[in-house]
């Protein structure tokens, strides 16, 4: 199964303006009505609670309504409407789009990818014993920089039974563990994406499903604090960041958002073959992070003792 | 006692942040109804970091009627704290004793500080 990862998010929002302002102030660019994109097109999707084009909410807070996962081709699209249609209905929509419902019952949805190629230059650094990441005169500090996020990296969800949630994914659609935090849950990647995951889900109690939270990919970590601390200045609230997670490896930086999620923005996460062999450890603050720093207002040291200047 | 702020600085049927600790995160969520002020912690009952609002000031759902957790979604009534829906349910946010003294939000004598 030929699927790439996660290509949109639609929510149902009692707040929609509200929801607007964030993704804006997030760095996503609204390239419809509501629709706000990725630089290569992956997308959140808003709507109002009430809209008649939405599925049906879940019971419970999170106002995510349906993931829309992006596949290679037409024949992938068919092997997941074959597999899937043997215990459930798979409903396919005019654009081709197939929906349907997963075991823990999140409404997702599949179709040809969104996405466009992207073809952009990594952060370049310069480290001694290497050649240069960047030309002479050339500056790495560039508080100028657009750092709009790139790709729909992973989502993760709150699952009342991650067994059954994570076998349904792994043996219907093909995606594979590459970490696990034991009795938490694990990490999972497609098999056309080499991120070390797109899916990752917490073990809670029924009233609690939903979305934890969403991420996407920035550039690298100076563009992911660069980002962050923008979204900071305009008084957004951090949740949890900066800091680079173990398993991963990616760079993180959570954020409250009007969405009733985490907002996350993440950089540099490991890329894994067949060859790579699972990991598992308990979660624990220990194992969830490498580092965890906390932004705090601009300060400088320097000149002479107050008083004595 | 505690002056927190003029009452006049939170809008009637609104909510604002008060109280910033040493790193600027608004300790306690004010919220105004009429001559009333509710004050609660600004923390969800779900994890021991969670501040409740997405943005400076901003903690209601779409409509005012209910305080909303921007982590999860959770929905908590005005009036008590108890959270009707979401990861906390059938805990409560918890209510910080206030008082009005000369047109200020006063923490009522007793009130714990916040750190
Ligand atoms: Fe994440």
Redesign the interface.
Known sequence: MRIIGPDELIFGVDNIQACRDFLKDYGLIETAPDCFEALDRTAIILRETGDASLPPPLPTATRLRETVWGVEDQATLEAISGELSRDREVRTEASGRLSTVDDAGFRIAFQVTRRIKLDLAAERINSPGASPGRAANEIGANEDAEARPRTLSHIVYFVPDMDRMANFYIQRLGFVITDKFTNTGPFLRPQANDDHHVLFMIQTPDYMQGLEHLAFHMQGPTELMLAGSRMVKKGYQSFWGPGRHKFGSNWFWYFNSPMGTHVEYDADMDKHDGDWVMRETPMSKEAAQMFLFENVAKWAPGGPPPGKG | MIVVCRLDDVPDGGAIGALPNA??RDTLVLLRRGDQVLGYVNNCPHYD??????????FL???GTRI????????FRIEDGVCE???C?GQALTAVALTIRDGHVCLADGSALLS
């Open positions: 790193r600027g970091r969670a501040p409740l609002g997405w943005r400076k000031d901003e759902n779409g409509d909303m957790c921007a982590a999860h979604g959770a929905l829906v979401g990861p349910l």
